[in-house]
């Protein structure tokens, strides 16, 4: 396959970036999309360039780092997928493919595609926890039931790898998605209940302070979502909020 | 509770509380206007009840004014925050793929229901509070005749206006094609929003298309 990239390049947080065209040669269809990325950027140190920025790490769709917006979606047109799990099967030869940073205020672009979203982190330390006595005398979670149902959609929400699709893809660069996930997959268990209202509080508290935006219920984050988090768990996370305010 | 209608999700639910009350009231309005298609004189005689009564004048309208306003006010002040949360636009973004035109697009069919709610009120309630509040006219006659029926259908002769009404509908349709589902969404009720999928769709089409007709029924059955 031969393509034509339009990818977003910015030296550093403070300088203004640019769509700059790129070609690519003899591009594989089996290949995921960094190993594409990677192909670009091999041409591009061989000629003495500066390769694109990209975030990275697992490629194996667990670690949540990989991110790029494609051709007008968030981890591309595939669904159910992280950029590292596309393929370029997905396109066509003599494609263009427009390759953009995830875009929100609360996400500044450090370089190139690699978008800071430590934002993400606060919230997790705001709340997304339960505190455990690690005495020694720790009581195996798995000795006190709990019903198959609430198990499962807790382990559905934990699956959220917290790469910040759902931001990117939101017309209004919601966290609600992210935050909906983590403060359920704690709501739904017995160990989860102790912190519950303290924890939404101070999580929703956090996320409004970090500057994203409202969530309008278009749906778009379920839809992009590499894990299929869906939107019940903004929901039970508007419920729990209410039930910690009254 | 006041630093939950601070937050964000606060916020949201507010909308959505807002939206449950004002298709409520839609749904009492086409009530009456569809009495002016089946009855003249029942038309006059609710309009005259509803236009005198001290619950209906006093309590229910104020609220009624709140809740617009509200909507509405709360409506531009989450965009404008929205906006802020995104101040650089991606060069390609494809919306489609994942979501609704009516989703994405609730504050422009919100400036249209706002433009015809300005059109309406020059049109209906400025005329009803001149007569009622300032000129001290609470007879509702004219002519020693109620008044409401004709001044109704007088509204509705002009084409240019009837079609401004059917289209300000249309995007109050498109509005509510997103709108009904994502309150009960918002208030956390969201085994309720895919129950209602239908009953949503078919709101959003069946009260706006009753409005039109109404309006269409006069605009044609008015002996010039």
Request: with cysteine; net charge neutral.
């Given at each position: ?156 929400a934990a699956t959220c790898i917290g790469c910040g699709a759902c931001v990117a893809t939101c017309k209004n660069s919601s966290a609600m998605l992210f935050v909906g996930a983590k403060v359920s997959q704690y709501a739904l268990l017995p160990q989860g209940q102790v912190e519950a209202a ?49 | ?128 509070i001149n007569t009622k509040f300032i000129q001290g006219d609470w007879s509702g006659l004219h002519d020693g005749k109620f008044r409401y029926f004709h001044e109704l259908q007088l509204k509705f002769v002009n084409p240019a206006r009837v079609a401004a009404y059917c289209v300000a509908f249309v995007f109050l349709g498109l509005h509510l094609a997103h709108g009904f589902t994502s309150a009960f969404q918002s208030v956390g009720a969201a085994s ?33």
């Amino acid at each position: 396959m031969n393509l034509t990239l339009k990818i977003w390049r910015q030296k550093d947080a403070n300088s203004k970036g640019q769509m700059v065209d790129y070609k690519v040669t003899d591009i594989s269809e089996h290949m995921s999309f960094l190993e594409m990325m990677d192909v670009l950027n091999e041409q591009l140190i061989s000629k003495g360039e500066e390769p694109v920025s990209f975030d990275h790490d697992c490629r194996e769709g667990i670690c949540g780092m990989c991110s790029m917006y494609i051709n007008g979606e968030a981890h591309g047109p595939d669904r159910g997928v992280t950029t590292c799990q596309l393929h370029m099967r997905m396109f066509n030869d003599g494609d263009t493919i427009t390759i953009e940073p995830w875009r929100a205020t609360a996400f500044p672009v450090i370089k190139d595609l690699v978008v800071d979203r430590s934002a993400f982190d606060r919230i997790q330390h705001a709340g997304g926890y339960i505190s455990v006595n690690t005495s020694g005398n720790t009581q195996d979670a798995n000795a006190i039931p709990i019903a198959k149902e609430a198990a499962d959609k807790a382990m559905d929400a934990a699956t959220c790898i917290g790469c910040g699709a759902c931001v990117a893809t939101c017309k209004n660069s919601s966290a609600m998605l992210f935050v909906g996930a983590k403060v359920s997959q704690y709501a739904l268990l017995p160990q989860g209940q102790v912190e519950a209202a303290d924890r939404v509080r101070k999580m929703v508290a956090q996320m409004d302070l970090e500057g994203f935006g409202n969530c309008t219920n278009t749906g778009a984050c379920e839809i992009e979502c590499p894990k299929g988090i869906s939107l019940d768990n903004i929901a039970r996370m508007n419920r729990e909020l209410m039930k910690a305010s009254v | 509770m006041s630093g939950f209608f601070k937050s964000s999700v606060g916020r949201k639910v507010s909308m959505a509380l807002s939206a449950f009350f004002l298709m409520i009231f839609l749904l009492q309005h086409l009530t009456i206007n569809t009495m002016s298609v089946i009855s003249a004189d029942l038309f006059n005689e609710v309009s005259h009840f509803m236009g005198t009564n001290p619950l209906v004048q006093f309590v229910l309208q104020p609220i009624l004014i709140f809740g617009v306003v509200f909507h509405f006010v709360m409506g531009f002040i989450l965009e404008l925050q929205n906006k802020r949360a995104r101040k650089v636009s991606y060069a390609k973004n494809n919306g489609a793929a994942n979501s609704s035109w009516m989703s994405r697009n609730m504050i422009w069919s919100g400036v249209a229901i706002l433009a015809f709610i300005v059109l309406h009120f020059i049109d209906f309630w400025f005329p009803e509070i001149n007569t009622k509040f300032i000129q001290g006219d609470w007879s509702g006659l004219h002519d020693g005749k109620f008044r409401y029926f004709h001044e109704l259908q007088l509204k509705f002769v002009n084409p240019a206006r009837v079609a401004a009404y059917c289209v300000a509908f249309v995007f109050l349709g498109l509005h509510l094609a997103h709108g009904f589902t994502s309150a009960f969404q918002s208030v956390g009720a969201a085994s309720l929003r895919k129950k209602l999928n239908k009953v949503g769709l078919a709101y959003a089409i069946l009260v706006p298309l009753g409005f039109i007709i109404v309006a269409l029924f006069h605009h044609l059955s008015y002996n010039h």
